[in-house]
């Protein structure tokens, strides 16, 4: 029996059912449409077409039914970097770092209620921060989290390497977790955070969501 393999992409602030996108963007297989949220809201080039209202809210409605309908799971990680900083004022702990234990655990929790073993990746930022966050994951990976020891990661975790792909990569995941990482933090922001100084000061660090794939099926 295939162990089930599960894979978290995570965006900083898929899906074979991307390539629709090609019904309303000029698309070439050299030179893919990569969905990317800041470039539809300001209809940026590939994406003028949306400055049509008739076009946008077609392709808005689309998308929407498309993100209704697929199987997978969003959690958002946010802190309060302010009163983080005060609480950690002598004991100076990386909100960074502090925000990548949380993401571990939650999704060490994840594969534990799935009976899945997985792995994470993060879109890349280029240069130092790409190699602060494979630093940071391998560290958590050779030492544990506060709560979860380092063997328990590694019996549910398939690599102690992060994995860290670009946007021009054209990974489906990378793209719904960027397209869905702002309207997280503003659902956040409406129906749980009523102070304003802590809407000011909170920065959403992650966001991920999952597929659950054969192992056949995971690849890269």
């Given at each position: ?112 209620i799935?009976g ?7 879109e ?18 050779d ?72 192992s ?5």
């Open positions: 029996m295939k162990t089930k393999k599960i894979r978290l992409y995570v965006d900083e602030v898929g899906n074979a059912g991307l390539k629709n996108s090609r019904t309303y963007f000029l698309s070439h297989p050299d030179n893919p449409v990569i969905l990317h949220r800041k470039k539809i809201v300001y209809r940026k080039p590939p994406f003028s077409v949306l400055k049509d209202p008739e076009v946008e809210q077609s392709f808005n409605r689309d998308l929407l039914k498309k993100l209704g309908s697929w199987n997978y799971s969003v959690i958002s990680v946010i802190i309060d970097k302010q009163e983080h900083n005060q609480r950690y004022a002598t004991w100076k702990f990386d909100p960074y770092h502090y925000c990548m234990e949380i993401l571990v655990e939650r999704f060490r929790l994840l594969l534990d799935s899945a073993h997985g792995d994470m990746m993060f890349s930022r280029g240069g130092k921060e790409d190699t602060r966050l494979k630093r940071s994951f391998r560290r958590i990976m030492g544990g989290t506060h709560h979860i020891g380092n063997q328990d990661l590694m019996n549910h975790f398939t690599s102690k390497e992060l994995k860290v792909r670009s946007k021009t990569a054209n990974i489906s995941g990378l793209q719904i977790a960027d397209l869905i990482a702002h309207p997280a933090r503003r659902w956040f922001y409406k129906n749980v955070f009523t102070s304003t100084t802590v809407e000011i000061h909170l920065v959403i660090i992650s966001l991920k969501f999952w597929f659950v794939r054969n056949s099926s995971t690849t890269g």
